[in-house]
């Protein structure tokens, strides 16, 4: 289990996020986010080039594997809010992503000793290493119990 304790500002966790086909592009956009953008791959490629990926889904996308891969060993308490979220590019079918997450601060509670705030940049990169999508998180979680200290 990792506590606040286990990390400090500047480590970067490197995850991978598998690339989406067409098809799954179109169901989530269906699903989701109906819009021709992410539906329509004529009405699309005349505005982008291809069909892109939902901003919404490319989020999920990069948070998946920080969820699967990170999260389940951290002493975690929730999440506290999202910041700024950022698409600086269109995600096409067939890319992979690179995710790095950056711890950016870890500040022990004020008003409860037993936990503390983590907080962490979240970069979703394309094959090109250009940024695609960003975010700013905190999350809360526990301190180490004193008897593993």
Do not use: C
Request: net charge positive.
């Amino acid at each position: 289990m990792k506590y606040p304790e286990d990390f400090q500002p500047g480590q970067i966790y490197r995850f991978r996020a598998p690339q989406l086909s067409k098809e799954e592009i179109i169901a989530f956009a269906q699903k989701w986010d109906p819009q021709r953008l992410h539906t329509d791959e004529a009405y699309a490629t005349g505005i982008h080039g291809s069909l892109i990926a939902s901003g919404f889904q490319t989020m999920l996308q990069a948070f998946k594997p920080v969820v699967h891969e990170m999260m389940p060993g951290l002493a975690n308490i929730g999440g506290l809010v999202f910041n700024s979220p950022r698409w600086s590019l269109p995600k096409p079918p067939g890319e992979a992503l690179d995710i790095e997450l950056e711890v950016t601060s870890v500040v022990p509670s004020k008003s409860k000793p037993d936990r503390g705030v983590l907080t962490y940049t979240l970069r979703a990169k394309n094959p090109a290493r250009q940024v695609v999508f960003t975010a700013d998180s905190p999350v809360m979680i526990k301190r180490q119990p004193s008897e593993e200290k």
